[in-house]
């Protein structure tokens, strides 16, 4: 069964350092590529970025450029979200999901990790 | 960039058909995917590349895709189908982005 098993809750102070993890089972976790989307309270999906464990292709959208960084460690089939200076706009729910890559769908996601930033 | 534009919410009384409309430019040149979220919860797959229904959806649940309007629908509609529903593509236009609608709530009348 893939499963993708997230990290849990955080809550951080404004211009604090934070690193999210996701780990990937029941599947090559080199095979595919890893996306993260922001779910801020009471709104929608958003993509962030997306990496492929493999080779640690990266790709991030326009949006979050510059605002995290995406990495992974296929040895230990782990994927990361991380933020080096948070704000409170960074307060989300936020998810990974695994895709086949192109054109391919979101076919399974972890739990969610709720990261809050209050001072 | 891309857009994919839903009606924010959609009624319907239980037993009747849900459609669930995505727009965007020449969206049928690409493939959409579909996901269910239910309140706490992470987002489902429920439809990918605009038909395909993987193990363990229901029937009732279908999808096509044309123009420049996808579209969910939601036949034999029940309590447990409230939900937002969420489309998706990719933009290949630009590193290949994944673009997601801003949802649809359903609500079970």
């Known amino acids: 069964e893939v499963q993708l098993v997230q990290s849990g809750a955080e809550v951080k102070k404004p211009g604090e350092s934070l690193k999210i993890s996701c780990k990937g089972s029941g599947y090559n976790f080199t095979n595919y590529w890893i996306g993260w989307v922001r779910q801020m309270p009471g709104k929608g999906l958003e993509w962030m970025g997306i990496?492929?464990?493999?080779?640690?292709?990266?790709r991030y959208s326009p949006s979050f450029q510059g605002q995290v960084t995406i990495s992974a460690d296929k040895s230990i089939s782990t994927a990361y979200l991380q933020w080096s200076s948070l704000k409170a706009s960074d307060t989300a729910m936020y998810y990974c999901?695994?895709?086949?890559?192109?054109?391919?769908?979101?076919?399974?996601w972890g739990q969610g990790t709720l990261v809050t930033v209050s001072s | 960039s891309y857009v994919l534009t839903q009606a924010p919410s959609v009624s319907v009384a239980p037993g009747r058909t849900a459609s669930i409309s995505c727009g965007g430019n020449?969206?049928?040149?690409?493939?959409v995917h579909w996901y269910q979220q239910k309140p706490g919860q992470a987002p489902v797959l429920i439809i990918y590349s605009d038909t395909d229904r993987p193990s363990g959806i229901p029937e009732r649940f279908s999808g096509s895709n044309s123009g420049n309007t996808a579209t969910l629908t939601i036949s034999r509609v029940e309590a447990g189908d409230e939900a937002d529903y969420y489309c998706?593509?990719?933009?290949?236009?630009?590193?290949?982005?994944?673009?997601f609608g801003g949802g649809t709530q359903l609500t079970v009348l």
């Open positions: 990496i492929y464990p493999g080779d640690s292709d990266t």
């Open positions: 999901a695994r895709t086949g890559g192109a054109a391919r769908p979101f076919d399974s």
């Open positions: 998706q593509v990719w933009d290949s236009s630009i590193n290949h982005d994944a673009v």
């Open positions: 020449n969206v049928g040149s690409k493939s």
